[in-house]
């Protein structure tokens, strides 16, 4: 089982629209949770880190699941800019180690 | 003024070659890292260096050897490059305290390799 299960997609999305999707984690011990935003062919971006208590950075909303291991990612008002696959990001280790995900492939449609 | 800067952007060889890429970050970081993303996109940590002592080291072929000469680089040397070895190669940093691990990791923008 892989450590960090995200559903691949595509979720094509009309422009305005919210989007939401999860990704599952299986180490219960992990800290620290974090998702990414990778465009075609670009390095990885730091969108959001995770909190307990769940957190919000304008249009996007991530939440966290401790007890079904699990952390949300949502989208309101999707814009075209936001077409990009989405890196569910969660760190095991006190050394920075971060698990990736497989990603989340969002298309937002005019 | 790039954070993190790796250099070729592009690498074409010939199996059995070896080659290196570079890696500087000028964010003052201690922590550097090795990332391997293949065909399927999926992203693998090889190596992590904490001020020049290396602190992470995957299962990853020992062809691959990572040097740090200071903490603001780290170098990933690859011996007898084989097909397998064809994908992105990524380099990042994070400002990590010894203990604590909450820290985001900032991405240089990628080595494409392609083996022939």
């Known amino acids: 089982r892989k450590e960090v299960e995200q559903d691949p997609g595509p979720f094509n999305v009309p422009e305005g629209a919210t989007v939401a999707f999860n990704c599952t984690y299986s180490n219960s011990a992990s800290q620290s949770f974090f998702w990414y935003r990778q465009d075609c062919r670009k390095e990885p971006k730091l969108l959001m880190s995770?909190?307990?208590s769940g957190n919000e950075d304008g249009r996007f909303t991530a939440q966290l699941n401790r007890a079904s291991q699990y952390i949300s990612l949502l989208i309101r008002d999707s814009k075209l800019s936001d077409s990009a696959t989405y890196l569910c990001v969660v760190n095991t280790d006190s050394w920075g180690k971060l698990q990736f995900g497989a990603g989340t492939q969002v298309v937002v449609t005019p | 003024d790039t954070a993190v800067s790796q250099t070729p952007k592009y690498l074409v060889t010939q199996m059995g070659n070896d080659k290196s890429i570079k890696c500087e970050q000028n964010?003052?970081?201690?922590?550097m890292y090795w990332y391997k993303q293949d065909s399927k996109k999926f992203l693998k940590i090889m190596f992590s260096?904490?001020?020049?002592?290396?602190?992470i080291n995957e299962t990853v072929p020992n062809r691959f050897s990572p040097k740090s000469p200071d903490k603001a680089h780290l170098n990933l040397h690859i011996n007898s490059l084989e097909l397998g070895d064809s994908a992105v190669y990524f380099c990042a940093s994070s400002q990590e305290p010894k203990g604590m691990s909450n820290q985001p990791q900032h991405f240089g923008d990628g080595t494409r390799l392609s083996i022939l």
């Open positions: 995770v909190y307990s």
């Open positions: 964010l003052g970081h201690d922590t």
């Open positions: 260096y904490n001020n020049k002592e290396l602190i």
